[in-house]
């Protein structure tokens, strides 16, 4: 569950990408921003859906997506999340999403005052960038491994702290994004290998 339209529009694009399309429709993944889609809404909703989800028809995982850019209640929203049964998994970016997206380009652990400053450093590689743009996954697909390798990196830089008892939120700046984009991704990944590994020993023999 996203919060915002570019956290929507990514993942869309990651589930409906051609070569993962089929795949994400077996698995049945569905990205979705309820209406009320603040943090705190979000949590609300996904305790809301795990109930109203028949056992037999149960989710096997939620994800709820935010970032930090001017809201309330995220303490709440992270104790709410992380005390769930079952846990409500949580993909989080300090100051908003685009420094996930800057993260595609540079390393980086500045801190941003408001996300019009972290738009402005995106811009100075993709001058063309817009907020919620349908395309935004294709456009960084090109640069999927750095930006995988970068977020990593930045939870790596920031793990003393976290482990002296700092909040996600409480950093400079913070994406675990990559967590969930490397969980979806492990869920049709051995599929397409296994169908690539066929293929090619058909084409052997």
Known sequence: MCEGQTEEMYFKGLITQDRY???FGA??????KPKDHSPKGLVTEAKNRIKAAKKDDAFDFVW??????GHENIPDTFEQALNSKPQIEIAFTMKCFE???????????????KCDDVI????????????AANNIFSTLSAYHETGMANSAWSM???QPDIDAGSKPYELSSYSNIHELVNYLLSLVQPKAEEAVAIAKKAAAE
């Open 21 to 23: 399309r089929r795949d």
């Open 27 to 32: 698995v049945s993944v569905e990205i979705y």
């Open 64 to 69: 709820i997506v935010f970032d930090h850019d």
């Open 99 to 113: 420094y996930f997206v800057l993260l595609h380009f540079k390393k980086t652990t500045s801190a941003f005052n």
């Open 120 to 131: 402005t450093a995106v811009k100075a590689f993709l001058p063309d960038y817009q907020k």
């Open 156 to 158: 790596e830089r920031n």
